[in-house]
């Protein structure tokens, strides 16, 4: 079997916001999709045991803001690199704006937000599934959303030359693991992505 094969698969990239007992969050996810119409269905998958993830199991509502090709490294850095547990990640970033369901979604570097429901929670192991219906949305703009290969090829810092560290790095984040061995089950500190994303130095 060839893992490298998932790499074939297209995603997009989206800010997934939630709000619970008053406090704010979100974190960048590349695994939402539309799954039925008649009424408009959206899945998402999130890393089981986040805050983001935590906060819609009890909220059921979320909302998906599509990021758009102009979006800056900072944006996927501030949202995808760190956790709300130790930060308010809306503390000091105001592109944002309440929707009707009082969830936040991004007013810059964003094409369009979808708030959606939750009916239905599947429990994935690693990631949790959440499905729901589609309940607001707008278009933003008519910016080309931003795909997660556009996301590796344009926006993503290029790795320096060499740092002279042997050892493995997070394709996702750049994050570097030193050691000649990457044990099977390592989990980048950082974006939270598995052994399988790391690339030999
Ligand atoms: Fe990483």
Redesign the pocket.
């Known amino acids: 079997m060839d893992t490298k094969s998932l790499f074939k698969l297209t995603y997009g990239l989206y800010l997934l916001t939630a709000n619970h007992n008053g406090k704010d969050n979100g974190c960048i996810i590349n695994t939402a999709v539309q799954v039925a119409n008649s009424p408009d269905r959206i899945a998402v998958s999130v890393t089981k045991g986040s805050l983001t993830e935590n906060m819609i199991k009890e909220s059921r509502k979320f909302n998906i803001s599509a990021i758009s090709t102009d979006a800056e490294f900072s944006l996927f850095e501030h949202f995808g690199m760190k956790s709300g547990r130790d930060i308010n990640k809306f503390a000091d970033f105001t592109d944002v704006k309440r929707s009707p369901n009082e969830l936040f979604y991004l007013t810059k570097w964003a094409n369009a937000y979808i708030s959606v429901y939750v009916q239905e929670i599947v429990d994935l192991g690693s990631h949790t599934l959440f499905i729901g219906q589609m309940v607001g949305g707008e278009v933003l703009s008519d910016k080309e959303s931003c795909s997660y290969a556009y996301y590796h090829a344009n926006i993503k810092p290029k790795p320096a030359a060499s740092s002279g560290v042997k050892g493995w790095r997070?394709t996702?984040?750049g994050?570097e693991y030193e050691g000649e061995e990457l044990p099977s089950d390592f989990i980048?500190p950082?974006?939270k992505?598995p052994a399988s994303?790391f690339e030999k130095m």
């Open positions: 997070c996702i984040c994050y980048c950082l974006c992505h994303d």
